[in-house]
């Protein structure tokens, strides 16, 4: 049997067993990871890292019993290559989710088929999977989709979780509880905040807002934190009643923060379509507790960053990591350790994130800090790269750029950030000099077959949160085993994204996904697309439309 069938049918194999609810075996003396991340998430608006005005008893409480690092940062200014990052100890320039149609290489060894080796449950249990940045990492198929839900199903079971949160996310627009905290007395505002509660894209310039515009919306910021601080409690409450938590490592996190005016704007890259690196957007909290292994109530000054998580659960949990790592773990500071793991931090992303058209080459962004010193490089295609040097202990909100005044400086990031790119060029060219397992069976599937025809949606249906609790089952006739590219053209002006990803299988299932996430997608209606056998566009099945109500 060639070397990708044999993985395709133990792969086929796993699925059947995990559908039919066999269990893993629990590991003796390893811990269960539930990592939790939070889209958008400031750690400056939560209580634990001082803000006055927040309402975040559940987070606070973690913090409390765990450990708290002041500096955290992410990997980029939104969401996929920042969480990507996260889960494999890699930069996206190395792991290639740099924008939305991406995946990374199959033949990369991840961090999570390293766990799944070690005998760890790594389900797939949240809305994300679906999207191609999320292929081959190393999830196992799982049809629970919460996380509360899963540890009731999982208990004696030794398992890597983790769920991704919407959080306070475009649009803000809390409940109800949470405005008359806020906001009492708000009814509506003017169009530009009314823009804000109702709009997943706020380009940058779009709108003007007054300073009481900028005062409701830092409420409506506030309200959407206390409302996902709230949501967690169903998950902490099911770690408390089924005794999880002494033999559990939990984790609090994000993909990146959410600029709040900072530098007269709001939102990230993917909302804007105008990034940037600047702190506000970089900066995510990070709380880690395991009561009896690490210390409680205790804080960490030195920066750590969203790729040195991995590296540092591995050596937690007593396990070695043997694969592709650019993470440091940070075990001593958790330990009580003073002497910082890393010299330098690295960031790099797109400016439109998600956004992004797939056949552009839009101008680019990567940061080094070293030394309380920032530097901003911004590239773009048929221009010399433009930089912004700044003293991050003099100047915390980065508005004095410092490149031409400081020379020495200037040179000493170029240098690090220089040799940062060609560090993680190689690395790349040797995961992708690494043969893919998959390979190719040299059997067309599709000898004698018609083009796909899509079964589900229907031409011109209006497809609603109860019709599936919030999942989309996009289905089409063709081999149910073969590999396919689905071509999308959704939305109008400003909403409009058009690209491409593979599936593998004849359909997908996307979500479920909750309300407050749903109510994004009608901004993107018409929904369009097209199925293509791989490798073979003559066979294109007809477009299909739909929209969501």
């Not at 190395?94 to 389900?123: D, K």
């Not at 409420?219 to 938590?245: I, K, N, P, T």
């Amino acid at each position: 049997m060639r070397p990708n069938a044999l993985r395709y049918v133990l792969a086929a194999a796993a699925a059947f067993l995990f559908a039919a609810g066999a269990q893993a075996a629990p590991l003796p003396g390893r811990p269960n990871i539930v990592l939790i991340t939070v889209d958008s998430f400031r750690p400056d608006r939560l209580g634990c890292y001082g803000y006055k005005r927040a309402h975040t008893p559940v987070i606070d409480s973690l913090a409390a019993h765990g450990v708290t690092f002041e500096r955290a940062y992410s990997s980029a200014s939104w969401t996929n290559p920042s969480l990507v990052s996260m889960l494999t100890g890699l930069y996206p320039s190395v792991h290639g989710v740099e924008r939305r149609g991406l995946s990374v290489p199959e033949q990369l060894v991840t961090t999570l088929e390293r766990l799944r080796a070690a005998g760890y449950l790594v389900p797939e249990i949240n809305y994300l999977f679906p999207m191609p940045n999320y292929t081959h990492l190393g999830f196992t198929p799982y049809d629970c989709r919460d996380l509360a839900q899963f540890l009731a199903l999982e208990q004696d079971t030794t398992f890597f979780a983790w769920y991704h949160y919407h959080g306070p996310h475009l649009p803000y627009s809390p409940p109800d509880k949470y405005l008359r905290r806020y906001l009492p007395g708000l009814k509506k505002g003017d169009r530009a905040v009314e823009a804000v509660r109702a709009n997943v894209l706020m380009r940058r310039g779009e709108y003007r807002f007054s300073d009481r515009d900028r005062e409701i919306i830092h409420g409506l910021y506030d309200g959407e934190v206390a409302a996902q601080d709230e949501e967690l409690a169903a998950v902490f409450r099911a770690l408390d009643s089924l005794g999880l938590r002494k033999n559990t490592i939990v984790i609090v996190s994000a993909d990146h923060g959410e600029e709040q005016f900072d530098h007269g704007w709001i939102g990230h890259a993917s909302t804007s379509l105008d990034g940037t690196l600047y702190e506000e957007l970089i900066r995510i909290p990070l709380i880690v507790s395991w009561p009896g292994h690490i210390p409680q109530g205790t804080r960490v000054s030195a920066p750590v960053q969203g790729v040195d998580l991995m590296p540092t659960l591995f050596e937690l949990a007593g396990l070695a990591p043997a694969m592709p790592q650019q993470g440091v773990s940070f075990l001593s500071l958790l330990k009580g350790g003073t002497t910082p793991t890393r010299t330098a931090v690295f960031c790099e992303c797109s400016v439109c994130g998600y956004q992004c058209p797939d056949s552009t080459q839009p101008d680019w962004l990567r940061a080094v800090l070293s030394d309380n010193w920032k530097l901003i490089q911004r590239t773009s295609p048929g221009a010399a790269p433009r930089y912004e040097l700044f003293d991050l202990r003099a100047d915390p909100g980065e508005h004095k750029d410092l490149a031409g005044a400081q020379p020495e400086e200037l040179l000493r990031l170029q240098g690090l950030l220089s040799a940062h790119i060609l560090e993680s060029a190689r690395l790349r060219e040797s995961v992708l000099a690494t043969p893919d397992s998959a390979g190719d069976s040299g059997v067309d599937p599709f000898i004698g077959q018609a083009a796909p025809v899509v079964a589900f949606p229907a031409e011109g249906q209006v497809v609603n949160w109860d019709l599936h609790q919030g999942a989309v089952p996009v289905r089409w006739s063709g081999p149910a085993a073969a590999d396919y590219v689905l071509e999308y053209k959704v939305g109008l002006g400003k909403y409009h994204l058009e690209g491409s990803f593979p599936v593998r299988g004849a359909g997908q299932t996307f979500g479920p996904f909750n309300r407050l996430f749903w109510r994004a997608f009608p901004l993107y209606n018409p929904w369009t697309f097209r199925v293509a056998p791989k490798g073979r566009p003559e066979l294109a099945g007809p477009w299909r439309t739909f929209s969501f109500e």
